[in-house]
């Protein structure tokens, strides 16, 4: 690679930090979260917002954009038989509770870009855009054209909108990057299946001798940990002040909180948020509540039962091994996530993911769910299946990449990663996951306080430069 490329594309980006800052935090205060579908916005008007500001960015430089009927757009330049890719969405999970930021502020302080999306992935689109623009302004001769992919639904793990984009574009990059994942670069994202535990509750009187629990409702996204939970339990003085005694005594006094409101006590538990990926992170909120609720006797009893059967099996379940189906190879362990929990009357419903090795028969699987669901009394129906992704670590795209991260990082050690994160690269051929986030870091994917520092996104921004330049030289 030429060194006076790479030090015209790092005098270009430069000059542009601060704007690629403002345009981060322009682009955070937009609410992208999937919603209903509207005129001209097939995933709702969050994510259509979001787009329309990366195509208009794209114009605004003098690209050449493409849009495909809103489901996804490219932002395009250079000439070619042949292309190269970087692929980026537009969506973000729900921010959930427990910020210290306004999740949509956009904020800076202590060099930190808060907000959700910063990293995930709207951090990561603002640093690949600009690579795309440093490349294009230094006038450096390219063979293959840049195409710059947009997405406006990845986070429910379909990716309906790429789907559609590979049916209707003419020309496919032939190789690519996704910047959704971890450096030096990943080799293999697990396969992932949603599915839902459900039980309608036969309608069972209630005496006065116990409390009655009238609902539980926590967590809004399979693909995050729940961080906070609430229950609303109805009885006397007494039986109220009971239930408040065994969650001081089962859970840390920080992690529960009691309102009183007549003969209503609402039950607060407070988690943690984090990645499905990693729920090992986290502190699923839902969890905590089960853990209590196994501990007390209360009305519907049917309900009662039920919910102690799962405070059993999917309570602390992070690795399968309470639904039996845990799992491990050289891509890593099978990982398990609550990410919605509702209880209202006589209605139950829980929403969960799992990530599995790439190696794990998934039929087996689908049949041990339904197995430990019968074994809680509850239904079993898988939701969504999204097939693994494998590429030999050895190839010659995984170690330019790889070598192109050590030479601007000085790390040495890292090497290629298998993990449980689901990227646009499984129904990409040749597109391999590259950043951001680094080994050793805590990922801040789906997390209150996702953040992003000035810094690293420029240095995001020049290491995408490299890679682009590396695939279309």
């Not at 609303?232 to 009691?258: H, M, N, W, Y």
């Not at 909120?285 to 919910?307: E, G, I, R, W, Y």
């Not at 599995?356 to 339904?370: D, I, S």
Request: glycine share 10%.
């Amino acid at each position: 690679m030429s060194d006076q490329a790479e030090k015209n594309f790092d005098r270009i980006l430069e000059g542009y930090h601060q704007e690629m800052i403002d345009n981060l935090c322009r682009l955070i205060r937009i609410k992208s979260v999937f919603g209903p579908e509207e005129a001209e916005a097939p995933f709702g008007r969050g994510p259509k917002e979001a787009f329309d500001f990366a195509m208009k960015l794209g114009r605004e430089k003098g690209f050449q954009c493409v849009n495909f009927d809103n489901y996804a757009g490219e932002i395009n330049f250079g000439e070619g038989a042949e292309a190269a890719g970087v692929i980026c969405h537009m969506d973000v999970v729900p921010e959930g509770e427990g910020w210290t930021y306004d999740p949509y502020g956009g904020q800076i302080a202590d060099g930190n870009i808060y907000g959700r999306g910063a990293v995930d992935d709207k951090g990561c689109f603002i640093a690949a855009f600009y690579a795309c623009l440093s490349l294009k302004e230094s006038g450096v001769p390219l063979k293959r054209q840049i195409k710059h992919i947009i997405g406006t639904n990845e986070e429910l793990g379909y990716f309906p909108c790429i789907r559609y984009y590979k049916e209707h574009v003419e020309k496919m990059p032939v190789c690519g990057i996704v910047p959704d994942s971890w450096f030096p670069a990943a080799f293999a994202e697990k396969g992932i299946l949603n599915y839902e535990f459900s039980k309608t509750f036969p309608v069972e009187s209630c005496g006065k001798e116990l409390p009655t629990l009238n609902s539980i409702h926590g967590g809004s996204a399979f693909n995050v940990v729940i961080p906070e939970a609430k229950a609303v339990f109805e009885g006397s003085k007494e039986q109220r002040a009971a239930i408040v005694k065994a969650a001081k005594e089962t859970l840390p006094i920080d992690r529960i909180k009691a309102v009183e409101t007549g003969n209503l006590l609402e039950l607060y538990t407070v988690g943690k948020s984090a990645h499905a990926s990693t729920p090992e992170i986290g502190v699923n909120a839902v969890s905590l509540m089960l853990q209590l609720l196994k501990k007390l006797d209360f009305f519907p009893q049917n309900v009662c039962h039920t919910l102690h059967a799962l405070a059993d099996s999917i309570g602390f379940d992070t690795d399968g091994s309470g639904l039996g189906v845990s799992f491990s190879d050289r891509t890593g362990p099978l990982t398990n996530n609550l990410g919605i929990f509702r209880l209202d009357g006589n209605s139950l419903y829980a929403g969960l993911n799992i990530r599995y090795p790439v190696t794990q028969n998934t039929k087996a699987l689908e049949e041990q769910l339904a197995q430990a669901a019968e074994r809680s009394g509850v239904f079993c129906e898988v939701t969504m299946r999204n097939p693994h992704f494998y590429v030999d670590p050895e190839s010659s795209l995984v170690q330019t990449l790889v070598d192109i991260y050590q030479q601007m990082t000085g790390d040495l050690e890292s090497q290629p990663v298998a993990h449980g994160g689901g990227s646009y690269a499984r129904i990409l051929e040749n597109f391999i996951p590259f950043g951001p986030s680094i080994q050793g870091e805590e990922l801040s994917f789906h997390k209150q306080d996702e953040h992003i520092s000035c810094e690293r996104l420029l240095q995001l921004s020049k290491i995408y430069a490299r890679a682009l330049y590396a695939m279309a030289r």
